[in-house]
């Protein structure tokens, strides 16, 4: 058949003559914009390796310069179908010549750095005026730091002094290689979570190896440690895996509501491990047990609470609530904004042991000695006994969500501030803190929300805060611990509570918005996922929170995006989908093209059509707007390119478009379409088909030629039409050379006896 409205080809003469004419005054005018465009982007973009400055290769011409110093890419004949070129085209690097000797220039090796190494651009150029302020950051964060880490490790079950190692190298680590300036990096409570329950899950292997006998404290001490970091290198490495391999986007991967309820399972896990120790209850006799058992052992041994560790805990719990209410309240007093009340907590609290000798009046269990050493280095080594699958898999699970929540929060504050972080950079400083951490002792260290808060209320203006918090752990590490010695570990226990409650204070609002806007699938996803990590473990809820994401993902990328159109029987040079009509005044032919795909603002659905709700009340000038099918006939819309993935559910689609006419009816109904006698396919949003995909589709169109069905494809773009051309789709059946859905409708109704009824 002959093509309807191909655009001729430009007359070759026509812009030779252009190129002439142009040549004088358009050489000059384009390098001028050129060597604008490149004296800006010179500044800010650096260059590749071998790649000459853009300036030294430009020639700024006179109008008097030679034609021949003109390209002649650079000037396109008027009307053309090609692009003009515009005149930035010229700006691409040069190829690198043979013995080019700036390639690796000291200029160049500068730039790499400060990207690679982003304290080398930041340290240089620091003010000093914000010294003050980042000083008196990184105390307040630090004064939050040390008893969170303190007691986050025994959620790792490590002794205490492994919390400030965590708190140390990892945080010093990141300040040098972090983008973000209030991301503060160290022991966070879910990661802590994560560690001790594959700490606890390795510690029965050595407890076998032990049977009948109980293993000494520093044997227990040295292979939980081992763990612990061994699990720490394997979520460095692999965090940095994904930062170097360009997997920052991975944090969007993770669906709201699943997230919601992995964090919630997990707060309420640590809530049932940590109440146990705020109310003095003994440790369940199973090494490794789940955490729907604690509840129920805890529950069931209600008559052996210790008061006093419950008396002081408890206090502990409600003097920081109150103080945080009043934080709240009283926004206007700064003395109060200032007050490190996890601090004041730790220091009222031991002295109340201390002078009262709860420890030997009452046997509270206290903080007791810890010795203060600095962390030694150490390359981690897998112990015998451990499961090495599990400490890859456990690993792989904490930097999922830790990733997750760093990404977040250094966004998140980024935007705040106005500056920009690289989220790929940002895992690969993750990945090398852990990396480095893990050799000195430490277990996996991610961006604490709470912390990174306070960073940014203290008004942080670099990663110097940071810094000095990682000094002033270093202080505490060598000089505070011995004065810890009274302070109840029931107090430590209520930190942690105080810390993990706030993550559910997001939860019921989560789920009341959920329930109001009729998300039922979110819904059950995040209270399904919270109660299967606490009947569980924390790693099934994770494990089920990532996959289910993915499966989401996965599910909602393989369907193809297409979409059923009916002609506007108030205007038939109109398409509209099927489940999205618009009244608007009759418009001519040429705006009528510019209008398919609108959808309404108010609509009823009727089925197959849809009618506006308020046609009654419309203006002078409008006419209600219904859609008709044309019977036999599917026009249908492709909204995005078609690939191996999306494309494997294309003919399942178009065989519930026959039956039903609309992808809202659901598939028990019966069917409600005539025959399909022709299809018409517009691919104004296809701009690309892969290989798979072609053949899915030829496919297609072969089953509708062996059905005696007609197959028409309108707006074919050129790469496209090409590969249609290259692959015999119109011998196959499926012609393909017209403008417009309009073209195609034409030449289906010199094929067939189609008539146009409006459905009811």
């Known amino acids: 058949m002959s093509h309807k409205n191909r655009p001729s080809r430009p007359n070759s003469s026509t812009s030779s003559s252009n190129i002439r004419e142009d040549t004088s005054v358009g050489a000059s005018h384009a390098s001028l914009e050129q060597a604008g465009a490149f004296q800006s982007r010179d500044e800010s973009m650096p260059l590749l390796p071998g790649q000459h400055s853009p300036l030294g290769e430009l020639d700024l011409t006179t109008p008097g310069t030679s034609r021949d110093s003109v390209r002649k890419h650079d000037i396109v004949q008027p009307g053309s179908r090609s692009r003009r070129r515009e005149h930035f085209s010229s700006s691409r690097a040069p190829e690198p010549t043979r013995g080019h000797t700036r390639q690796f220039s000291a200029r160049w090796w500068k730039r790499r750095a400060r990207y690679y190494v982003p304290i080398v651009g930041w340290l240089p150029n620091y003010n000093i005026g914000n010294l003050a302020t980042d000083v008196k950051a990184g105390f307040m964060v630090a004064c939050l730091l040390v008893p969170q880490a303190l007691s986050y490790s025994s959620l790792t079950n490590l002794r205490p002094v492994y919390g400030l190692y965590t708190a140390l190298v990892p945080a010093l680590v990141y300040g040098m290689l972090g983008t973000s300036r209030h991301l503060s990096m160290g022991p966070e409570a879910l990661v802590s979570v994560l560690t001790g329950t594959i700490v606890k899950s390795q510690l029965k292997h050595l407890f076998a190896a032990y049977s009948p006998n109980t293993p000494p404290d520093d044997t227990i001490d040295a292979f939980s440690s081992a763990v612990a970091s061994t699990v720490a290198l394997v979520s460095g490495a692999f965090t940095f895996a994904l930062g170097m391999f360009r997997f920052g986007f991975l944090d969007s991967m993770i669906s709201e ?236 226990a209520a930190i942690i509570v105080d810390a993990v409650t706030s993550l559910l204070e997001a939860t019921p609002g989560a789920i009341s918005f959920l329930f109001k806007v009729g998300a039922w699938s979110d819904l059950f996803l995040l209270l399904f996922i919270c109660a299967s990590s606490v009947v569980a473990s924390v790693e099934t809820g994770i494990l089920l929170a990532v996959v289910i994401s993915l499966v989401m993902v996965i599910k909602r990328s393989n369907m193809p995006r297409i979409k059923l159109l009916g002609r506007s029987t108030s205007n038939d040079q109109e398409f509209h989908p099927i489940d999205g009509v618009v009244s608007r005044p009759n418009f001519s032919s040429q705006q009528s093209l510019n209008s398919i795909g609108e959808t309404p603002q108010h609509t009823v659905d009727t089925g197959d059509v849809e009618i506006l709700d308020d046609s009654d009340n419309a203006s002078e000038g409008e006419e209600e707007t219904r859609v008709q099918h044309i019977e036999g006939v599917l026009i249908v819309r492709v909204d995005e390119p078609l690939y191996f993935a999306n494309a494997g559910q294309l003919h399942a689609r178009l065989n519930r478009l026959e039956l039903y006419g609309d992808m809202r009816v659901h598939p028990s109904e019966d069917p409600r379409m005539k025959p399909t006698r022709a299809v018409v396919f517009d691919l104004i949003g296809m701009s690309d088909i892969d290989g798979s995909a072609l053949e899915i589709l030829l496919n297609i169109v072969r089953e509708y030629s062996r059905r005696q069905v007609r197959v028409a494809f309108a707006r074919v773009c050129d790469g496209v039409r090409e590969r249609f051309r290259i692959s015999r789709m119109a011998e196959a059946g499926g012609e393909h050379g017209f403008n417009d859905i309009r073209d195609a409708l034409a030449y289906l109704e010199q094929q067939l006896t189609v008539s146009v009824v409006t459905q009811e």
């Open 257 to 492: 509501s699943s997230l919601r309820g992995f964090i919630s399972g997990a707060a309420i896990v640590v809530l049932i491990g940590q109440s146990r120790i705020v109310l003095g209850l003994p440790a369940p006799t199973s090494v490794h047990t789940s955490p729907w058992n604690e509840l129920k052992f805890m529950l069931s041994n209600l008559d052996q609470i210790h008061v006093m560790t419950a008396a002081i805990s408890v206090g502990a719990l409600v003097f920081l609530r109150l103080l945080r209410i009043a934080k709240s309240r009283f926004t206007s007093a700064r003395w109060l904004q200032g007050v490190p009340d996890t601090l004041l907590v730790i220091i009222l609290a031991t002295l109340v042991s201390w002078l009262a000798k709860l420890k030997v009046n009452h046997a509270v269990n206290v903080f007791g000695h810890v010795d203060g050493d600095l962390p030694h280095f150490g390359i981690p080594k897998i112990p015998a006994l451990v499961d090495t699958k599990d400490i890859v898999s456990s690993g792989i699970t904490i930097t999922m969500i830790g990733v997750v929540e760093s990404v977040i929060v250094a966004r998140e504050y980024a935007s705040r501030n106005h500056y920009a972080v690289s989220s790929n950079r940002e895992l690969v400083a993750l990945g090398i803190s852990n990396i480095v951490g893990s050799a000195f002792g430490a277990y996996p260290a991610f961006g604490s929300l709470s912390r990174s808060k306070l960073n940014d209320r203290a008004k942080a203006r670099s990663q110097m805060s940071g810094i000095v918090t990682t000094l002033l752990v270093l202080v505490s590490l060598l000089h505070v611990l011995p004065y810890l010695y009274h302070l109840p570990l029931g107090v430590l």
